[in-house]
């Protein structure tokens, strides 16, 4: 086993070989411009492009001329809302979405309120599911654009998607999701979904880094866009620029094999998941899942560990390679923004630990950090004196602290 496991699938996934390899080529001898016109080297290019857009296409729905090749989903995302934004600016400047969306979701967002826009986030439950009669009852004759994502980075909760498209759908609302995390995890179809733009990137789905797509749908409506890239006009006008030829056969290869793995993938990580979390309850009392119990990502179990302290259950998992609850900003410790969205306090928050499984996780992994947790956690708690006063059943809350007796 290497060390430390890699159990962090939703920050990124390993290159996959047979990815690798499809993308060799396209740094050696097929380096053509797929915009060259006149050659053969632009025409393999060009030829390598197209069988990516429709690869992509096969993993989503949607024809492959619906596909905008991007430099990832922080791209696509910054696309398709400034880009709708901008684009209906006439029919109406009111956008809605939720406060557990990704960053290249939100600061977007932020940045058109600056510029005169209004933003709506729908409020979440204790899970991080939103609720349709409120997304219904936020939609106004203004609203251009509603943006939810597929699934959650950070607690795996997953979106109903096809009925939040078919409300999109009834009241002439586009619907754009934020797919990277639900991509190649989970089935996904634009058309079944009612689903106008869907942002994905190449590294979340065993690809490179750096390449990513916007599906853009073209009938039904017929979605445009302001470019948010001048130049060549590629890309149908819509993202100028060179296209990364090799990244894009490779994201293409990375879709052809998700979809070809997904169904056996799914029922395999689940269970890998469900072993983890199985052995993590019967070793410990007092932990809580994060996310919703059914509705979430086959890989991601993201738990809160009570009555131990955020830097020391960090420092105990050294051989595991996972995210913690608290983004470390420069300054300070902040705990995540999704969990305080969704109601878990500060102190629950500050010992929450993301476990991502992914592709190449194993049964002896997930045995392995399991055990590790479980002793890593323990340790901790023996230490603790809030532990030992809740386990004798004193209330916390009943508690007078003295501050000059610390
Ligand atoms: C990783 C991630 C992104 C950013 O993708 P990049 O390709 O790294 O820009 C956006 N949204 C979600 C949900 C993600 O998990």
Known sequence: MKNPIYLDYQATTPLDERVLEAMLPYFREKFGNSASRNHAYGWEAEKAVDQARAQVAGLVGGDAKEIVFTSGATEANNLAI?????????????????????????????????????VTLLPVDRYGAIRLEELARAIRPDTVLVSLMAANNEIGTLHPLAAIGKLCKERGVLFHTDATQGVGKIP????????????????????????????VRRRNPRVRLSPQLDGGGHERGMRSGTLNVPGIVGLGCACALARAELASET????????????????????????????????????????????????????????????????????????????????????????????????????????????????????????????????????????????
């Open 82 to 118: 400034k880009g709708v934004a901008e684009m209906y600016r006439e029919k109406g400047r009111h956008l809605i979405s939720a406060p557990t969306e990704h960053k290249a979701v939100l600061d977007p967002l932020k940045r058109l309120e600056q510029e005169g826009c209004e």
């Open 188 to 215: 996904l179809d634009v058309d079944a979904m009612g689903i106008d733009l869907l942002s994905l990137s190449g590294h979340k789905v065993y690809g490179p880094k750096g390449v990513g797509a916007l599906y």
């Open 267 to 406: 029922v395999r990580l689940t269970a890998l998941r469900e072993r983890l979390w199985s052995q993590l309850r019967a070793g410990l009392d007092e932990i809580h899942l994060n996310g919703h119990p059914t509705e979430r990502l086959p890989g991601n179990l993201n738990v809160s560990f009570a009555y131990v302290e955020g830097e020391g259950l960090m420092m105990g998992m050294s051989e595991l390679a996972v995210s913690s609850g608290s983004a470390c900003t420069s300054a300070s410790l902040e705990p995540s923004y999704v969990l305080k969205a969704i109601g878990v306090g500060d102190d629950l928050a500050h010992t929450s630990i993301r476990f991502g499984i992914g592709r190449f996780t194993t049964e002896a992994e997930v045995d392995f950090a399991a055990q590790r947790v479980v002793a890593a956690v323990q340790r901790l708690r023996a230490m603790s004196p809030l532990y030992e006063m809740a386990k004798e059943g004193i209330d916390m809350k009943s508690v007078k602290w003295s501050p000059t007796e610390h």
